[in-house]
């Protein structure tokens, strides 16, 4: 199994990035999808989910709602994330997950690695002036 973020990138603030997580080795289209970060010095926090199999469900934290859009292609088995009007405090490490089932509760999902079956290495996002 492979989870393989990309496109993370140094970006100013206000600016947008589009992050991908390609994966390989289980079957994308049957796994919720996420994105979790861990900014510098801070816990992993939850960002986004969509769901399985079309993706016609998304949770956002409130953190990152009405700027961040989760999206995915099965045909292609990788996961999206746009990020528009980038603030500071969005700087962070993004990962993407796997998971068999909803992790999200109350509007919220699950932020520890050892929650999903699948985890990426990680993408770099620096938002700076």
């Known amino acids: 199994v492979q989870l393989v973020e990309s496109g993370g990138g140094l970006v100013q603030p206000g600016g947008s990035l589009r992050l991908s997580c390609e994966t390989s080795?289980?079957?994308?289209?049957?796994?919720?999808m996420y994105w979790v970060r861990q900014a510098p010095g801070k816990g992993l926090e939850w960002v986004s989910a969509i769901s399985a199999p079309r993706g016609n469900y998304a949770y956002y934290a409130d953190s990152v709602k009405g700027r961040y859009t989760i999206s995915r292609d099965n045909a292609k088995n990788t996961l999206f994330l746009q990020m528009n009007s980038l603030k500071s405090e969005d700087a962070a490490v993004y990962y993407c997950?796997?998971?068999?089932?909803?992790?999200?509760?109350?509007?919220?999902?699950?932020?520890?690695?050892?929650?999903?079956?699948?985890w990426g290495q990680g993408t770099q996002v620096t938002v700076s002036s």
């Open positions: 997950a796997a998971h068999h089932n909803s992790l999200v509760k109350g509007g919220v999902g699950a932020a520890r690695p050892e929650s999903y079956d699948y």
């Open positions: 080795g289980f079957t994308f289209s049957s796994y919720w």
